[in-house]
């Protein structure tokens, strides 16, 4: 009888790491922030969102404008005008003689160029999934300067220590996208593919 | 095949002389608007010269961002991003475009001193760095 019950208590152990396992699999699955995966999906080459099709993704329409990248990413990441809606970008275009600060005062033409390429692919203006999470989580009557100041942002950013950022002389900011997001200028800010200067990989 | 060192020295000299020549063209007009000859000592003096830059609260001077070794990248005060070297010995693409350098003098100056640069500092500014 005894021998018996030893064996029927190893299968019963089995069974319930087993179980255990399973269960565990399955939160880490249900917890990953880009199930229906598409990375770059929506980060197509002509720079628009593919309509229609509104998967889960932290992907956003890449730069396509190039005298926007040349203006801007001299001093700062060319950020994809799809992480803010189209009012804050006329606030920000208008405002360019002190911008955060700084002088960042353009030819006329220029401006107005930059503006218009920035509006029409602003985040409330392009079909985008991730774009819409960031526009979604701002108040109506906001236009918000930094896309750090979105609730969305904030809510994606909030685990992360000082130490890790701030006080991180590689990193400093989080206006440094590409600091840590490694396909941040293809438009890609996948959690997995993340790698903090001097700290690796986070995974939440 | 013994000579194959002096292609880029070729390259370089080459590229020397394009920043020359824009430089020449720029001095020529600030001269127009007043300015005496241009001096790559005094350049390098208003480089380091410090101001207070009010609203950062600091002490601030070209070098704050591109350094002392032109030769050598830059970095953003503020954002950490990379600055290209500004010398055109070593960065060809700096020099050479008037529109661009006009841009750069009217954003930076009115930063960095607080004011336009007259004619005369952009001549030198203009004389020290392409001496480097």
Same mark, same amino acid.
């Given at each position: 009888?005894?021998?018996?019950?030893?064996?029927?208590? =190893?299968?019963?152990?089995?069974?319930?790491?087993?179980?255990?396992?399973?269960?565990?699999?399955?939160?880490?699955?249900?917890?990953?922030?880009?199930?229906?995966?598409?990375?770059?999906?929506? !980060?197509?080459?002509?720079?628009?969102?593919?309509?229609?099709?509104?998967?889960?993704?932290?992907?956003? !329409?890449?730069?396509?404008?190039?005298?926007?990248?040349?203006?801007?990413?001299?001093?700062? @990441? !060319?950020?994809?005008?799809? =992480?803010?809606?189209?009012?804050?970008?006329?606030?920000?275009?208008?405002?360019?003689?002190?911008?955060?600060?700084?002088?960042?005062?353009?030819?006329?033409?220029?401006?107005?160029?930059?503006?218009?390429?920035?509006?029409?692919?602003?985040?409330?203006?392009?079909?985008?999934? @991730?774009?819409?999470?960031?526009?979604?989580?701002?108040?109506?009557?906001?236009?918000?300067?930094?896309?750090?100041?979105?609730?969305? @942002?904030?809510?994606?950013?909030?685990?992360?220590?000082?130490?890790?950022?701030?006080?991180?002389?590689?990193?400093?900011?989080?206006?440094?996208?590409?600091?840590?997001?490694?396909?941040?200028?293809?438009?890609?800010?996948?959690?997995?593919?993340?790698?903090?200067?001097?700290?690796?990989?986070?995974?939440? | 095949?013994?000579?194959?060192?002096?292609?880029?020295?070729?390259?370089?000299?080459?590229?020397?002389?394009?920043?020359?020549?824009?430089?020449?063209?720029?001095?020529?007009?600030?001269?127009?608007?007043?300015?005496?000859?241009?001096?790559?000592?005094?350049?390098?003096?208003?480089?380091?010269?410090?101001?207070?830059?009010?609203?950062?609260?600091?002490?601030?001077?070209?070098?704050?961002?591109?350094?002392?070794?032109?030769?050598?990248?830059?970095?953003?005060?503020?954002?950490?991003?990379?600055?290209?070297?500004?010398?055109?010995?070593?960065?060809?693409?700096?020099?050479?475009?008037?529109?661009?350098?006009?841009?750069?003098?009217?954003?930076?100056?009115?930063?960095?001193?607080?004011?336009?640069?007259?004619?005369?500092?952009?001549?030198?500014?203009?004389?020290?760095?392409?001496?480097?």
């Amino acid at each position: 009888m005894k021998p018996r019950l030893k064996i029927n208590r =190893f299968w019963g152990m089995v069974l319930l790491a087993g179980c255990i396992t399973l269960s565990m699999g399955t939160l880490a699955w249900s917890d990953s922030d880009d199930w229906g995966k598409s990375g770059n999906k929506y !980060a197509s080459e002509d720079g628009k969102a593919d309509e229609g099709s509104w998967g889960r993704t932290t992907g956003v !329409a890449v730069v396509t404008n190039k005298q926007y990248r040349n203006e801007c990413s001299a001093c700062h @990441f !060319a950020y994809q005008p799809g =992480f803010l809606p189209e009012r804050s970008w006329v606030k920000i275009m208008g405002s360019l003689d002190d911008h955060f600060g700084e002088n960042a005062k353009l030819d006329e033409p220029t401006r107005a160029s930059i503006e218009n390429y920035l509006r029409g692919h602003a985040g409330d203006v392009l079909p985008n999934r @991730f774009s819409r999470s960031f526009v979604r989580s701002i108040d109506a009557d906001a236009a918000p300067l930094r896309i750090s100041q979105t609730a969305f @942002f904030h809510r994606k950013h909030r685990e992360i220590p000082a130490r890790m950022v701030k006080d991180n002389l590689k990193v400093r900011s989080f206006s440094n996208c590409a600091a840590c997001h490694g396909g941040a200028d293809q438009g890609s800010f996948d959690e997995h593919s993340v790698r903090i200067p001097d700290f690796g990989s986070w995974e939440d | 095949m013994k000579h194959l060192w002096l292609i880029p020295m070729l390259l370089l000299a080459a590229s020397a002389q394009a920043s020359e020549a824009v430089v020449q063209a720029q001095i020529t007009q600030y001269k127009q608007q007043g300015s005496g000859a241009a001096d790559p000592t005094r350049g390098m003096a208003k480089w380091n010269e410090q101001h207070m830059q009010a609203k950062i609260g600091k002490m601030v001077s070209c070098s704050s961002c591109h350094g002392n070794d032109l030769t050598q990248a830059g970095e953003h005060l503020r954002t950490g991003k990379r600055i290209d070297p500004m010398a055109p010995s070593v960065n060809p693409d700096r020099l050479s475009d008037p529109a661009k350098i006009e841009k750069w003098f009217g954003r930076n100056c009115e930063w960095t001193l607080g004011r336009d640069c007259t004619a005369q500092e952009k001549a030198d500014f203009l004389a020290f760095i392409q001496s480097k």
